[in-house]
């Protein structure tokens, strides 16, 4: 079983919809949790960190489901400039004391007109 | 700050050859990290350096692979011999802090190809 999945997609929505993705991740001593976003042939950057509480930055909130260990991206009122890849990091503390990101492998998003 | 830097951005070479890759970290950045993009695996770590030295190599696919930091502002990914199974894009990162509460800062990328 991979360390970080995620639903490769595509996900193929209208602008204006309402999309969201998850992320599993099996190791339970994972620290924090990061969405990343890639554009094609570029590198990623960061959208946005999970904090436990839940967070939300205009169109997008993300949740973490320690329980079920999960993390969670909804993106509301899709725009044309949302295409792109999603990637979920998972950070998990080694045995040798030092943080560990894992990438998930991404899900693609194609907002249409 | 011009971001992390990373030369060559695109290296075409034929197997058997050495290739180096370069980074250059966002100053004051402690953390340095190469990884390896393929369609076929994703995104993988392959080393990361604290203050120059490296933490977890366990990334590093096998001993044709060599990575060194010699300075704060300098870093290289080393291939020899390149094989063609080689081919994808590696990406350099730094990153104030380990990975726990601070993000990672990507650079444009080195995508490589083996002949």
């Known amino acids: 079983r991979k360390e970080v999945e995620q639903d490769p997609g595509p996900f193929n929505v209208p602008e204006g919809a309402t999309v969201a993705f998850n992320c599993t991740y099996s190791n339970s001593a994972s620290q924090s949790f990061f969405w990343y976003r890639q554009d094609c042939r570029k590198e990623p950057k960061l959208l946005m960190s999970v904090y436990s509480s839940g967070n939300e930055d205009g169109r997008f909130t993300a949740q973490l489901n320690r329980a079920s260990q999960y993390i969670s991206l909804l993106i509301r009122d899709s725009k044309l400039s949302d295409s792109a890849t999603y990637l979920c990091?998972?950070?998990?503390?080694?045995?040798?004391?030092?943080?560990?990101?894992?990438f998930g492998r991404g899900t693609s998003l194609i907002v249409h007109p | 700050d011009a971001g992390v830097i990373q030369s060559p951005r695109h290296e075409v070479t034929e197997m058997g050859q050495e290739v180096t890759l370069r980074c250059k970290p966002i100053s004051g950045h402690d953390y340095l990290f190469w990884y390896r993009q393929t369609m076929m695996r994703g995104l993988e770590l392959l080393i990361y350096?604290?203050?120059?030295?490296?933490?977890?190599d366990s990334g590093m696919p096998e001993d044709r692979f060599s990575a060194k930091m010699p300075n704060a502002s300098f870093s290289t990914l080393k291939i020899q011999p390149s094989e063609p199974r080689d081919s994808a894009v590696y990406f350099c990162?730094?990153?104030?802090?380990?990975?726990?509460?601070?993000?990672?800062?990507f650079g444009p990328g080195t995508r490589l190809l083996v002949l």
């Open positions: 990091v998972v950070n998990t503390l080694s045995s040798g004391g030092s943080y560990i990101p894992t």
């Open positions: 350096f604290n203050n120059n030295v490296p933490i977890d």
């Open positions: 990162a730094s990153s104030p802090v380990a990975g726990g509460q601070e993000t990672q800062y």
